[in-house]
């Protein structure tokens, strides 16, 4: 088992930025691909970014290209998303996920969510225009 508690979250004006954080306890010392989804009110829950375990392979959506970084701290067991040039349509709840892999799927990564074994609550972003 895993646990995720995503934070970073807030309001921000458009143009601004935020980092989230996601922290992994638990089972930590298996391999996960890593990714973060957002869902705004109406709307499917969407992958944004994700990074596979062995933090060769990423997969952004076009929307977040070139504005949006994923990144992983091993030691601290944490995964980030740097967010800038933010846009009203960046509001969303934000979800971290773990997908649980093995050494051979070590530069796998997905954007189904149903693919993914763990998620944390979410955090919220609102971005004011």
């Known amino acids: 088992q895993v646990q995720l508690v995503e934070s970073g979250g807030g309001l921000v004006q458009a143009g601004g930025s935020l980092r989230l954080s996601c922290a992994a306890s638990?089972?930590?010392?298996?391999?996960?691909?890593m990714a973060w989804f957002r869902q705004a009110p109406g709307k499917e829950r969407e992958c944004v970014t994700a990074?596979?375990?062995?933090?060769?392979?990423?997969f952004y959506a076009d929307s977040v290209k070139g504005r949006f970084t994923i990144s992983r701290d091993s030691a601290k067991n944490t995964v980030y998303l740097q967010m800038t040039s933010l846009e009203p349509d960046d509001t969303a709840l934000y979800y971290c996920?773990?997908?649980?892999?093995?050494?051979?799927?070590?530069?796998?990564?997905?954007?189904?969510?149903?693919?993914?074994?763990?998620w944390g609550q979410g955090t919220q972003v609102t971005v004011s225009s």
């Open positions: 996920a773990a997908l649980s892999v093995t050494l051979y799927d070590g530069d796998y990564v997905a954007h189904d969510p149903s693919e993914y074994d763990y």
């Open positions: 638990g089972r930590t010392n298996s391999g996960y691909a």
């Open positions: 990074l596979s375990w062995s933090g060769i392979t990423t």
